[in-house]
């Protein structure tokens, strides 16, 4: 865990300073009215296109801003992480975009396509373990041994605040916004979006959206404490966290509105018919919480103004052949 994980309460003056931050780096991605397109009968749904960020997904985010809030000396050794693939490639990119060397582990079931992604932007890429933390714990005795920063893809207070940023954008120009619905890897991307989004507009209510087979932060909050599953078994590996840090349990729990789970089955259906319908190409994280409205899998109004958070760009809703 990073050594900033735990520090002073977050304000709302930090989202700001950190959209402030970043902005020169990344895109201030586009909230697509579903109109003429009304998943699940809701008449007014918006998407946060995070698939359209930079290197494919919100990531970018809270790389730029926990790297811009490192040293210069810190800095200059280089930049080491762990990933399933899209903290991997933002690292990477902000290597690039920054002059600074980066190092990126990754599982050996990471696909050619993430590995390929990686090293386009000039990090290193160092195939490590079956399993995140495996990597995770080679990247760890990488900067040891070699210094440099190693960066947390969740559980890091600077990432929590670059992600959250991606609530400001979303309220400044649907100031309406009832509903925000987000999904639930690790725990990064609802709880900076969640806090953020409360802190400027207390109204906002947030849901948190699972993958019915891997249901960590579901779990989390019905017993009331971090848990570790130790039966996950999703489509969605991307989402595939099976425990959460207590930076993010701490948010969430005081943030969240509600945490629902979303049936296997209609997540690959809900990819399709982003592409089908809206010409987005989002990956199944992304349609996880897409489903979560589509299938009505919380309560919610027909006429509610809803903001789904397209979390990344994949091709599992894209005919393929």
Known sequence: MSENTMQQPITLDDYRAAHARVKPYIRQTPLINAHPWVPGGAVQVRFKAECHQVTGSFKARGAFN????????????GLATASGGNFGAAVAYVGKTLGLPAN??????????????IESHGAKLTVHGDFWDQSWDAAGANVAEHGGALLHPYADRDVVVGQGTTALEIIDEWPEVETLVVSIGGGGLLAGIAQAAKLLKPSIRVVGVEAAGCPTLYTCRKEGRIVKLQNVKTRVPILAARSTESLNFELI??????????DEEVIEDAAR??????GLAIE?????????????????????????VL???????????
Not at 253 to 262: A, F, S
Not at 311 to 321: H, N
Request: hydrophobic share 40%; aromatic share 6%.
């Open 104 to 117: 990126v582990f990754v599982m050996n079931t990471s696909t050619p396509i993430t590995r390929a992604r």
């Open 311 to 321: 979390c990344g760009s994949g091709s599992d809703g894209m005919p393929q052949g």
């Open 66 to 77: 926990r790297v811009l809030n490192l040293s210069d000396e810190v800095r200059r050794q």
């Open 253 to 262: 729990q005081k943030y969240v509105d509600d945490i629902t789970l979303v």
């Open 273 to 278: 018919s982003a592409w089908q319908h809206a």
């Open 284 to 308: 199944l994280g992304a349609a996880t919480a897409l489903a979560a409205v589509s299938q009505r899998c919380f309560a919610r109004r027909d006429d509610e103004k809803i903001a789904v």
